[in-house]
Structure formats: structure tokens, C-alpha cells
């Protein structure tokens, strides 16, 4: 199980150093299916029938139709918004720091008084590693088509979380969930064309006609 | 359970309530006519508002409802949170009428953009309507997420670049916000699990029933998470960015949806589990937080209202002082504190969409939106012009009108529980809001309007929903109904049960 935590965490890593907007959907795909893979496992640990359900939902919401959603809208996007050339960290500096990332989520982990399972001890570490490490690359990254990853990141991070921590809320509300993030990035995609139309920039540092001064 | 036990009883009750903005909205795709469309929304917000008075009333005398086993819950407070969403959605949906048929008339959207409106306002409505009586919390974190994406679809109806910068602002922070919220729901099911593994531990009464057991540690840290999730959603300061962005770009009616409505739900939650906290270790931890982050959006929101040159900016940023209050309230607690936070809740979802829908009809007259450019509104429009004063006054509160009576409660309730240094702080930045937000209001107001303003009638539409909420805020100054009270004094009770500072 270890061992599937660490292939978890290298496919969050290849995401975050991943320049091009094709490169890191890539990238999240191969991440989608590790979590698919864990999620099958803690399935097959805990027994219960439901989380296999959840785990095919991952693998065909996640690793198929949303990569497959996000290139269809971005399609006639011109290649230059679709690289990340200047983040606010450089992508070398930002392993580093999402290491650091991860060493603060198990020593947060262990803070807090939990059972001891070995579900929760493995996987709950990577899944607050992997909320922090989404919320960083949001910070970071300054193309808005490239602050979606974060937002992807945080997720398989949130649900990874659930699923450690509750071996899942029941199936009708995980279904929710998943609607609302396939819904959430339909409508970010949308809005990323009327930016890249409108601004005729994806620099989310030039979204700054509303401010107060 | 029988196919017929889902139309029967209260069953039937919430069906009929969630499936009326649900058909509206289907009617609305599918006939896609202005005028139908205006019609089905009206009805459909008039129906919604017809039957959140037979639930409240029967909330008065059985206190709770249940439907399909627990999964929905209805208590005092649930209903009190109901009924600010169906009035302001009826006069919302009555405004939209003459607000959104002007831009249409002016050709800066068209039937395509007409359909997506009433569509999305529909859904809004729904979505909104579920926070409050979902009983599982998983449903209601669900529903408060696709609120955020709907009211971002409404926003980003105009392709102006304000517009959709501020989108873009609200849909990543509001989403990052809530993904917070996830994490502390998660940790309070997770508690409760340890307890009682039971497929009823995401549902509130459950947790509630079994919050005494709880792991202390695991409720700190869970309030914690929820207070950030959802503090962004309702706008309290530091995680406020996205409110004046939002609030401000949004079309009018939809403003005064989200500043009235939207931000009581999302507080709604915090509450939820701030009770859940205060029975297992007692009001002390939630309390003190809620006054923290209520004091520091007071306080932003008295300097950001001083430098103001956007009038819905202005009032969008009154609206994160207003839940800075509401938070306050809560946070010193006691029978009286939470009673006037309650009240401050209703009023003040009536007096922002009033003044939203002023400034609305301001805004389409003098084609800005610049307070420097706006004057002598009382001589171009006599009507609006005062009730944007009354408005303006009730909002800073000012005597008779109804946010004075609620917030003199809150601010005694600060007194009382001996809460001196945050009273205190409050008390002078609300002195200071009082001085240039009415300062900003007068200037408006008074004063000679520039020649170029077209001397056109903006519709009785306009009008008559400012005229209805403007009666309520009079009404409510001086009197209030004595079953109001009785829902407003349970609902006290519900909050209070974990105990007082």
C-alpha cells in the first residue's frame, strides 16, 4: 500500500512540473488512474461494494471524460496561452516546495488523533499532501487554463480524503460531488475562451480591472 | 418506501417546493419567449414564496418537519433562512422583468441571453432553496457548490471583461473555498462515524444526537476548516475578494440575490456546526473566531466604503459589513444576541436587495455606475430617489427603520456577555461607516442632475418591487408580527442549545 501512496505522489510531481497545457492533462491522466487503482484497492481492503463503483467513476470521469472535455474547448485556443512560460516560482523551485509540502502534511497528520488503520495512516498524509500542493500550483501559476490543474489537483486530493478517512459518504452524494466538478469545469473551460477573447490574454496577473484604490 | 408515500405528507410538501423552480425552468427552455418566460418565472417565484408560507407556518406549530426518511430537516431556523429566499426571489424575478427586457431593448443582449437568464435564475432559486432543509450534509455541501456555479453562469451572461474577470475571481475562490468546507464536513462525519456507524452520521440531528461523544481535538480543527470554507462563501473578511467583484458585475436582480440571499445560506452552514461545536466543547472556541474574523470585516468594510467610487461596489462591500455583524451576533451569543442576529438576518436580506434594485434603476438611467457622476436623483426619479435614502438610511441603522432594533441587540448582547474591546472596536467602525456611507448616499441624492440624463419613464416594474421590500423595511421598524417572533424566539432557542458564553 505504501508503495501505491509513492506512485501516487510521483504522478502529482509530474503534473506540477509540467509546462505545457497538453503535457500536465497528460500527466493528471496518469494521476487519475493511480487514484482509480488506490481506490480499488481500498476497496478490496475494506470490502465494501460501493467504493468499486466510486473507483470506476474515477477512471472514466476523471482519466476520459474531463482530459477529453478540456481539449475540446481549449481546441481553438492559440498554442502560446497554453504554456505556462513565467510562474511566480520557477517549476524547479516548486518541486522543492511541494516536497516540503508533503513532509507538512505528515507531520500534520500525525497531530491529530486518529485511529490507527493502515488506510488512513498511508493514504491520508498523500491526500492533505495533495490539497496543498493543488493550492500552491493555483497560487503559482499565473496562465488561468493552467490554475484549472490546481483546482483538478485539489480534488483528487479532497477525494482521496473522504474515502481514507470515512471509506466513502454514501454513493448518491459522491455522485454530486462528481457533477459538480464536471459541471465546475465545463463552465471554467467556457470562461477561460471569453478570457482569452476578451483580455486576449490568459495572464491572470492582468485580471486586475476591479480593484479598489 | 411506496411510490405513494413520496406525493403524501410532508413528502409531497418539499417535492412540490423543489420541483416548482424545476419545471419553471423546463418551461422556460423549452418555449423560449420573453414574455412567457418573464411570466413562468414570476409565477414559479410567487408559487415557491406561497408555499414557504404554509411550511413556516406549520414550522410555528410543529417546530420541525421531516421528509423522505431524514434526508431533509426543517426546523425554526431553516425557515427563517426560507423565507428571505422566496421574497426576495419573487421581487427579484418581478425586477428582472424591466431590467433585463431594458438591456434587451437597448440590444446589448438578445433571446438566446434572455433564455439563459430566466433558466439560470430558475435553477438558482432551487439550488438555494435545498441549503437550508437538507438534513445530510453532504446534499448541502453539494448544493452550496452549484449555487457558486450557477450565480457564476448568471455573472458571466455579458461578455464584458469586468464581468468576466470577476467570474473567473468567484468561480476559483469560491471553489477553493468550499473545498475547505469539504474537509471540515468530512471531519465532523468522521467523529460522528466513531460513535455510530450508521448510514443516517452525515445527517445533522444525527450529529447533533451524538456531539457530546465527540473527539474535542478532531471538533477544533473541523470548526476550523468549516469557518474558512464557508466564511468565503458568505463573505467574511479576510476571504471577502470575490464579493464586491461578484456583487458588483452580477445584473442587478441577481446582485440583490446574492448579497440578500446567497450569503445568509452560506452562513446558515457555519451555524450549523458552529451548534454542533458549542455542545461538544462548549460556545467558547467557535465564538471567539466568528467575533474575530466579524470584527476584521466590519473593519474592512467601513475603509474600503470611505474610499468607494462604484456605487454597487459600495453597497456590495456594506454587504460583507452586514455578515461581519451577523457573525458578531452569533459569536457573543446569548438569548437576546442570537435573536437580534436572526432579525438582523431578515432585515437585512430585505434592505440590500432594495437598494440593489435603486441603485439598478440608477445605474440604467445615468449609464454609470460612478458615485461621482450620479446626482440629483431625487429630481430625475422623485420615487426611487427617496426610497434609495430610506434605503440608505436603514442600512447605516438609522432609527425607526428595522436593522437599528437588530443591531442595538447585538451590539447589547456584546455588552452583556463582556465583550468589551470587540463592542467597542465595532461600535467605532460602524460610526465611521454611518459617516461616508451616508455622505456617498446624500451625494446622490441631492444635488443638481446633469442636463444630459434622458427624461424617459423606467417602467412600473422598476418601481413597485423597491415600494414592496421599502413597506417591509417600515413595517419591521416599528412592528413585528407576533409569529414571526415566535419563529425567530424557537429558532434562538436551536442555536442557543449548545450552551452561552
Redesign the interface.
Known sequence: MIFSGAILLIATFGIVTRRGFADWLGAYRYQSIVLAAVTALIAYVTGIWEIYIAAGLTLVIKSIIIPKVLLYVTRNLEIEFKVETNPYVSLRASVIISAFLVALSYFLTQQ??F?SDPIVSTYLPISIAL?LIG?FV?VNRRS?LN?VVG?LI??NG?FL??LT??HG??L??EM??F??IL??II??S??LL??S???DSLD?GK????R?? | MELTDIFSGSNGTILALLLTPVIGAILVTVIRQKRISEIVTISSAFLILVQVFFIVSRIINEKTITAFGNTFYIDSFGAIILLPISIVGLVSAMYSVNYMGRQYDNGMIDMKHITRYYQGFNVFLLTMLIVPIAN?M??M??TV??TT?VS??LI?LY????A??????Y??IA??GL?FA??GI??F??AN??VINS?DA?NWTEMMHNSKLF?P??VK?AFVFILIGFGTKAGLAPMHTWL??AH??APTPVSALLSGVLLNCAFYCIVRFHIISSSTIGPAFSSQLLIILAVISVGIAAA?IY??KDMK?MLAFSSVEHMGLISLGIGFGGLLGVYGTLLQIINHAIVKPMMFFASGTITQKYETKAISKITGVIKVMPATGVLFLIGGLALVGMPPFNIFLSEFLILGAGLKSGQFLATSLVIIFLVITFAVFLRHVIRMVFGNPSPEIKNDSMGRLAIIPVVILGSLVFILGVYIPEQLQTLVHNASAIINQGGST
Do not use: C, H
Not at chain 1, 207 to 210: D, G, R
Not at chain 2, 159 to 162: A, D, E, L
Open positions: 491529530i488523533p485511529k490539497f493550492l493555483i488561468a490554475q483546482l485539489i480534488e479532497l480524503f473522504t478517512l470515512t459518504v454514501s448518491i452524494i454530486g460531488i457533477a459538480d459541471v465546475g463552465i471554467s467556457i470562461l471569453r478570457i477573447r476578451t483580455f491572470v485580471l486586475q480591472n476591479l479598489d484604490d | 445530510n453532504g446534499i455541501w453539494v457548490e452549484a456555479l457564476v453562469l458571466m461578455f464584458k471583461q469586468n468576466i474577470e470577476s467570474a473567473w475571481k468561480l476559483i471553489t477553493v473545498s469539504l474537509i468530512t471531519f462525519y468522521y462515524i466513531n448510514s452525515m473527539d481535538n478532531l480543527i464586491p467583484d458588483s458585475e474600503s474610499f468607494q461596489r
